[in-house]
Each structure stands twice: as structure tokens, then as C-alpha cells.
């Protein structure tokens, strides 16, 4: 090993600004590889809300995180939910005022949640072969919106959520400008732009 090189210093210009995270929002076609359109948790930091935060804060969490689905996360860090935008907006919270007799204000996020036995997951390995058409397919096929991606930690082969995929991410990536309020609209504006 030979002497260390000293590199030299300058001073930060005035004004200078500073990196963001690329976007993942490069475009994709069709046919493109599935992993391009997801959020993969080992690049970027997940999303994340315990179960017993009341749901106001949980939407604004999701606002300023720029997301719409959070994992719901247990006192040892294990998922025990996933949190929607549709879950949030829709109509499980009304069905708990109704139901339960809360208040709007008193709703937490366990309260609407999916909970972690009703989750499905596609296999990191799935993905590693399929096409952005066919994560369109299978989110159509579930009627869902999102759906997350898993892998094993190679120590202890326990399952790890390792990636998302969103909708309205896909279809951004795909060259489709949408406001996402329903599976249904966003899927028949998917097809649109897919037909053209």
C-alpha cells in the first residue's frame, strides 16, 4: 500500500444547494422490468406508523411524506399492517363510527388498517422475473392499488418486506398523468395510455 494522496480543499460557493435522492420516476413501457417500478426499501427509507397513532396524524404523515400507503409497525419493528390512502379516505372510517361509536377524532390506524394475516405479498424473486404489464395485471386481477414485495434476511430467513409497488407510481412511470381515487380510474387510465 503506497502513501495516502492529501486531497485538496476549496470553499463551498456562495448560494450552493445540495443533492436530493434521484426520482425513481424514469419512464418505463410495458414491457419494461417490473423491478424498475418499485420502491425498494433498501434504497429508500420505508414509510411507517404504529398501529395506535390516531388516523388524522397518519394522513398527514402521508402527506408529508409524499406517500400513499404506510406499514404499520409493531413495538419490535415487525410489520403488523399496511395503510392506505383508500383506507384512510374511504369508507372504513365512516364504518367505525358507525360500527364502533367513536368519533371521527378518535380513529386510529389499527382501526382501518389491513392487518399483517390479510396482507398478500408477491416474492422478490416473482418480480425479479416479470414485466411492469404484469405487476399491472396482478394489482387489476387483486383490485388493489398496492402491493408489497418480499424477500427473506439471509441470516435469519426471516421475511422481509423488501420493496413496494404502487399505482399511481407505475402509472407516473408510465407517462400517465392521474389523480388516483380509485383502483378502477386508475387502471382504465393505465389501459388508455397502453392502448395508444
Known sequence: MGSPNILKVSSLDKGAGFHLPTSQADIVTPDSPAIEVMTDLKQIVAATVGSDVLLSHANHLM????????????????????????????????????????????????DVMTPQNDIEVLTLKQVAQAKVIDIIETLKVHNRNHALVVDADPLTERQMVRGIFSASQIARQLGVATQIHSVAKTFAQIEAVLAS
Not at 390512502?85 to 386510529?108: F, N
Open 63 to 110: 402527506i408529508s411524506r409524499g406517500v400513499r400507503s404506510l406499514l404499520v409497525t409493531g413495538s419490535k419493528g415487525d410489520v403488523v399492517g399496511l395503510l392506505t390512502a383508500t383506507d384512510v379516505l374511504g369508507e372504513k372510517p365512516m364504518q367505525c363510527v358507525q360500527k364502533q361509536g367513536l368519533t371521527h377524532s378518535e380513529i386510529t390506524v389499527k
